[in-house]
């Protein structure tokens, strides 16, 4: 089962992928970012895994990045695309080459505090609960159809950087968890009600 990662940024999430499900249920064969020098990109290329940037500036539009990191993924035969960190929103001309085909990792019980700044939302709205969801995209931010979802209860806890970091390792169970999942065909629409995601092992 060959999956693609998008990462803008450190690449911890990517790096659980690639020790935990890379080899077993999936391989990583792409991975992708908008920031050249990222270091999830060395990650990948410690493995020989195959890499490439799309910075925005070298495009006409977001529309015109998507589709070439589309037509990428594409040409590497990837069957799932996994947002690992991308800090991006992806457009029609990319979901539309992959139909269900592409998830995220959210640093939040989604609905509640979608974008970019869920953790500090979460706190100043001065929640107890905190947590992660992995979920499909769609064309909205961080509203797709979630796949797996784990509170973390931080009662005592007002730095969003210690907030994030009790989530991180949350963070890379989901979100290995959904992958192989995925691979495995465990992860099922339901017929019945569009929104709703069976995941039977
Ligand atoms: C994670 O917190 C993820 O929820 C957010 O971006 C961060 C990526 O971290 N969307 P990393 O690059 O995987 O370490």
Redesign the pocket.
């Known amino acids: 089962f060959r999956v693609g990662v998008l ?10 992928i690639l020790d935990r499900v890379h080899g077993r249920e999936a391989e990583v064969v792409a991975v992708g970012s908008d920031k050249p020098g990222a ?2 990109l060395g990650r990948a290329e410690a493995l020989g895994i195959a890499t490439a940037t799309f910075p925005g500036a070298e495009y006409e539009n977001r529309e015109a990045r998507d589709t070439a990191m589309a037509l990428w993924l594409l040409e590497q035969r990837v069957e799932l695309v996994v ?5 991006q929103l992806v457009g029609p001309g990319f979901l539309g080459r992959f139909p269900r085909r592409v998830i ?4 939040a019980l989604l609905p509640a505090f979608p974008g970019l700044r ?1 953790v500090e939302q979460a706190l100043e709205y001065g929640v107890k609960v905190f947590g ?1 969801t992995v979920h499909f995209v769609d064309e909205g931010v961080d509203s797709g159809p979630v796949i797996l979802q784990r509170a973390l209860e931080l009662p005592d806890v007002t730095d969003p950087d210690e907030v ?1 970091d009790r ?2 390792p949350v ?1 890379h169970d989901l979100l290995t968890s959904a992958v192989a999942l995925i691979a495995r065909g465990a992860v099922r629409p339901d017929p019945d009600h569009p929104r709703r995601i069976t995941v039977k092992d």
């Open positions: 990462a803008s940024g450190t690449g911890s999430n990517l790096q659980a270091p999830a947002l690992a960190g991308y800090m995220n990792v959210h640093p869920a992660v994030r989530l991180r963070e």
